[in-house]
């Protein structure tokens, strides 16, 4: 049940970036937990993030379940799934192991890339630590150009005030297209925000801008689409083609070996062995 | 200008600070370095020194990322400088 | 080969001269750009403050590493000096009061002997003893341990000890699994996950035994505290104590590098791969919050374990302890049978004879010891109501006098707690993840080999020295 967001509007509307905590008067509800799914979700969202950016807390927050979560990179080794319901909707949740980009090749991360490549998530969350969005970013900027509906979760709100660093969330917003939702999750601070931000995205209440590619040479651009060709052909219904056009541009094993196997397309883990 | 021998990270002492302009590393290993940030033309500071004496630790692009010497010598920087 | 991968090594080659890397600094151009432009405020570049001093600190050559042997150090002395009086009042409570309560229960029904034994002297007493003796000193390691990870000082310490680990021919990574494994040996292999070489991979898993998971603890923290630090005077008692168990522990780091060296060396033959290791900014701890969570997650969970592994161990101690074969109990034909073994590498057949009822978690071999030794002796303390009450004193009296245990016993049972064969959860994880028979009976026999090797040695050495 995947959204196409784009059409969905006739013009794109400016995201809204909800700073407050989201009570009666502007129509949105409060999200209550559900822990473990026992029925089927009207939408799936994908959390995912640079390791140590406190992925897990957001992911705790929102669906109650309690993995521990320390400070060091690349704690979060098994995928963990929850739920939270917000009015009559049910949101299930899947905790993606921390990854830096999606070109990353650890089998881990490789399982974060393959998910939102091939499993399609209706939204997707990723979690940014604000005191090293530059960081970030780059992972933002690959998801963006995969991923229909996202909203960038800006975590650490209150070390990086620690620290005197200040993000323009507005200004971020209006420069990716697409909702941004300072938080501190730690405290539960931007966690109903969060919760609504992807209830409006997954019911068009919200509208991500289209993202736009990064430019290329002509000759790259040209290989690129020789690629894709090909792709077609032997992948029919193969989603993002231009972007794995472009990793076996660059020679990425693991998408060669996937081509190679035939299993290019399906996902290891399938999301359906939650229920 | 002319006979300059190629500087590497594994020069830089704790307090320098340089640029980065080539990253000669291959496969898994320089995808990593590129997804944190070490490009060509980032700006790296040597940060920390292990008490074993390898590996140090360099910060660029807000984060601090320790690197162990014989990856440090594939990493080209350009003018070394005591950082301001 | 597949007409996809083809047609993108043809397109690769023409556009070689391009630069590989466009796509990436693309990505990283622009983000720095966006960056610049909605971020503010000191610090953006490179952090300065407190955070930098603190860390040239932790990992200065002068101070890194005495800071680190004292930082654990100081959670073993917090936790020992502190469990003290919990758990000398859970003990009363449980063990004694618990227990004679049990029995006038037992007695007012009617209940049979044998099941008075098996459930009241069997299953209940080893639980309680667990309760008591474990939960105190664990409801205060958690904690600070969990404090010490979200702070984020344990990347510094996987920092200072990366070249030993890349002598070792291991991952760097390794000393992040091996911490882990302090808490659980069955979470540290799981976490071995982050090692991507399957060589390195299968060396963190085989010597994360060495890491000295919560079970061996209370082991660890009691013969420390009746042999080694009985051997201090008055005052320093607790500290002599708390630097036997970090001394352990260090020596478990040791044998984590030497056992990781010899087998990229034979069996697990190949290089160290690469690795970068992040260093997090430091995080103030949110002490609650923390406490909440790590008293859940992971002080309640093992207890739960220790429980659940607990009662049935009772069972099987009350039964081999009172099931005759012949004119023994089939428990003194075990201990009879394996003690010159035992005598031999310095410890006796009854704590071999517990080892083994306790491969299914390590929390339970001082319960299985103590009850074994008095149920054996058939001492006059081992009377209902009476044996109960035992406090570290009174375990040394049981120990030394009836065990007839000394100083050896003591230092060979701290080595063989360290280095034997991991609990039957642990290889089942171990199992779990490599899929090869091979490899998890190399990872329980190789250091219950090590194990006996070693205790044989210092008991041979002790004895020729003494």
């Not at chain 1, 939270?84 to 049910?90: A, D, I, N, P, V």
């Not at chain 3, 409570?93 to 002297?121: E, N, S």
Request: charged share 20%; hydrophobic share 50%.
């Amino acid at each position: 049940m995947s959204l196409n967001l784009k059409i969905a509007e006739s013009e794109p509307r400016a995201p809204i970036a909800l700073s407050c905590g989201g009570c009666a008067s502007c129509g949105v509800g409060v999200f209550r937990r559900s822990g473990r799914l026992s029925a089927k979700a009207d939408a799936t969202v994908a959390v995912m993030g640079n390791p140590n950016v406190g992925k897990s807390t957001v992911f705790n927050g929102l669906t109650g379940l309690r993995q521990h979560v320390g400070n060091w990179p690349g704690k979060t080794v098994m995928r963990a799934e929850g739920a939270f319901r917000l009015g009559e909707r049910l949101y299930r949740l899947i905790d993606l192991p921390g990854t830096y980009s999606l070109m990353s090749q650890s089998p881990d991360e490789e399982a974060a890339r393959d998910y939102l490549l091939f499993g399609q998530p209706d939204v997707t969350v990723v979690v940014c630590d604000a005191g090293a969005l530059e960081r970030n970013l780059n992972l933002v900027l690959q998801v963006r150009e995969v991923a229909g509906a996202m909203v960038l979760a800006l975590n650490l709100m209150d070390e990086a005030e620690r620290k005197g660093i200040r993000v323009d969330e507005r200004a971020l917003a209006r420069d990716l297209g697409v909702p941004v939702v300072p938080m501190a999750a730690r405290s539960g601070k931007g966690l109903a925000e969060l919760a609504n931000a992807i209830d409006g995205l997954s019911t068009g209440r919200l509208v991500c801008r289209p993202a736009v590619s990064a430019r290329l040479d002509p000759e790259i651009e040209a290989a690129v689409v020789e690629i894709e060709l090909a792709l077609k052909a032997e992948f029919p219904d193969l989603p993002h083609v231009r972007w794995i056009a472009l990793r076996l541009l660059e020679g990425d094993a693991d998408l060669e070996r996937e081509v190679t196997q035939g299993t290019l397309g399906r996902l290891g883990h399938p999301p359906e062995a939650a229920l | 200008m002319a006979d300059e021998t190629v500087r590497t990270l594994a020069e830089m002492q704790v307090g320098d600070c340089a640029r980065v302009t080539a990253v000669r590393l291959d496969g898994s290993e320089r995808r990593r370095l590129l997804d944190l940030g070490l490009v060509p033309g980032t700006r790296v500071e040597c940060v920390l020194r292990s008490p074993l004496g390898d590996p140090y630790a360099y910060a660029f692009r807000g984060v601090q990322v320790a690197l162990r010497r014989p990856q440090a010598t594939m990493i080209e920087i350009g003018e070394l400088a005591r950082c301001p | 080969m597949s007409e996809v991968l083809r047609v993108a090594q043809t397109v690769r080659a023409r556009v070689a001269g391009a630069g590989p890397d466009a796509v990436a600094e693309a990505l990283h151009a622009e983000a720095t750009r966006i960056s610049e432009r909605v971020v503010g405020g000191p610090g953006r570049s490179n952090r300065r403050g407190w955070d930098q001093r603190l860390d040239a600190a932790l990992t200065s050559p002068l101070w890194g590493f005495p800071v680190m042997v004292a930082m654990f150090a100081g959670v073993f002395w917090l936790t020992i000096a502190g469990a003290n009086v919990p758990s000398a009042m859970l003990g009363e409570l449980l063990t004694v009061r618990g227990t004679a309560f049990l029995h006038h229960v037992f007695a007012a029904i009617g209940a049979p002997a044998w099941l008075t034994g098996v459930v009241v002297d069997g299953a209940w007493l080893a639980t309680a003893w667990v309760i008591s003796v474990m939960l105190p000193p664990m409801a205060i390691f958690f904690p600070l341990f969990t404090l010490l990870e979200d702070f984020g000082y344990l990347p510094r310490v996987a920092f200072n000890l990366d070249r030993a680990f890349r002598w070792a021919g291991a991952h760097g990574k390794q000393s992040l699994t091996m911490m882990m494994g302090y808490g659980c040996n069955a979470a540290g292999v799981t976490a071995t996950r982050i090692i991507d070489s399957p060589r390195e991979r299968l060396v963190a898993i085989l010597t994360n035994n060495f890491a000295i998971c919560n079970g061996r603890w209370p082991t660890l923290i009691l013969v420390g505290t009746i042999f080694i630090g009985a051997t201090a005077p008055a005052g320093w008692a607790s500290v002599v104590a708390a630097t036997s168990v970090a001394g352990t522990a260090m020596l478990g780091v040791l044998v984590t590098v030497l056992v990781s060296r010899v087998l990229s060396r034979t069996v697990l033959k190949g290089e160290a791969s690469a690795f970068t290791l992040e260093l997090p900014p430091y995080r103030p701890p949110q002490l609650l919050r923390t406490i909440g969570t790590s008293m859940i997650d992971r002080t309640l969970k093992v207890l739960w374990r220790a429980i659940v592994m607990a009662g049935p161990a009772g069972v099987v101690i009350w039964l081999i302890s009172n099931v005759m074969v012949g004119d023994q109990s089939v428990a003194a034909w075990m201990v009879g049978g394996l003690d010159p073994l035992g005598k031999f590498i310095g410890l006796n057949g009854v704590i071999l004879v517990a080892y083994i009822v306790a491969i299914p978690a390590n929390e339970i071999v001082i319960p299985t010891i103590l009850m074994l030794t008095l149920n054996l002796t058939k001492s006059g303390l081992a009377q209902r109501g009476v044996m109960l009450e035992l406090d570290a004193d009174q375990a040394k009296t049981v120990l030394t006098q009836l065990g007839g245990w000394n100083l050896l016993t003591g230092v060979n049972l701290m080595l063989f707690s360290l280095l034997h064969n991991p609990c039957s959860t642990a290889l089942m994880t171990i199992w779990h993840e490599t899929r090869s028979r091979r490899w998890t009976l190399w990872s329980a026999f190789m250091p219950l080999a090590l194990a006996f090797i070693v205790c044989a040695l210092v008991a041979i050495i002790w004895r020729a020295v003494s």
